[in-house]
């Protein structure tokens, strides 16, 4: 860690630590520890490594990269997780995200890879309860936005079509707009994932090529545009809690996909 914050770009001379263009540093990629389940030793590591990017890079906003299963210290809400194996890997979805030096939290959405493979509605079903319970848990007991970082669907799925992947991913859009409508913690979303035309040797089920998938392509164009627009007539400053009625709101929260 301390090399990559005081790494020196050698295309703009600026230090990691120092550079604008940078949003936040991940402390792990959905980080696990199955070997304690109770989730001790990678509460331990968190508090550790959270304080510790703090100290070298106090400028940037700093996440775990969970996936945001619930653990020991919250009983009442592992309902929600996708399966009872997710109970035990070690990771407590509040409990870490309590710790000094961690700014938002985070999880992922991947209902096909924790449910079944085989697709149905109930993986819509699971998205909608997963994210709002997070979003719940965000606002009431972290006081923090929380992004979901990856979600998506994979095409080597049995039954996978990608009208089923429109409505996942309106699902995911619309359930954010309703939070950012409320001026609740709903912070973003990124889709996994976006790939150029020629790399499609590298797709591991997930990719999305805009150019190849024009109905998708138009259903995150909406999403972007509608998030420009009411970044346009409410500031950050007033995002929670923010009552404002708008003309432009018809446009911004009606599901005409």
């Known amino acids: ?38 989730g001790d030793k990678l509460q331990a590591w968190i508090e550790e490594m959270a304080v510790y990017v703090k100290s070298i890079d106090p400028k940037h906003l700093v996440e775990i990269g969970l996936e945001g299963f619930y653990g020991p210290s919250t009983p009442n809400r592992v309902q929600f997780n996708p399966n009872t194996f997710a109970q035990q890997v070690g990771t407590d979805f509040i409990r870490n995200h309590q710790v000094l030096g961690v700014d938002f939290a985070s999880a992922h959405i991947y209902a096909d ?44 799925d049995t039954g996978y079509n990608t009208s089923f992947r429109n409505t996942l991913f ?56 509608r998030l420009t627009t009411f970044n346009s007539f409410c500031s950050w400053k007033c995002h929670w809690g923010c009552k404002k009625k708008h003309p432009l709101e018809t446009f911004i929260y009606h599901d005409d996909l």
């Open 170 to 225: 309106s699902t995911v859009y619309k359930t954010l707009l309703n939070s950012t409508k409320k001026g609740g913690s709903g912070g973003g979303s990124l889709l996994w994932q976006l790939f150029p035309e020629g790399t499609d040797y590298m797709d591991d089920g997930y990719a999305i090529v805009l150019s190849k998938s024009p109905s998708t392509s138009d259903i995150i164009s909406l999403h972007s545009k």
């Open 1 to 38: 860690m301390q090399k990559v914050l005081n790494r020196v770009n050698t295309l703009t001379n600026i230090t990691y630590k120092d550079d604008p263009t940078i949003f936040a540093w991940e402390l792990m990629n959905e980080p696990r520890c199955a070997s304690d389940p109770s």
């Open 113 to 156: 890879s924790w449910i079944s493979e085989e697709i149905s509605d109930a993986h819509i079903q699971f998205v909608k309860a997963w994210m709002q319970s997070h979003i719940e848990d965000a606002e009431n007991a972290l006081g923090m936005p929380i992004v979901f970082g990856e979600f998506g669907v994979s095409s080597k």
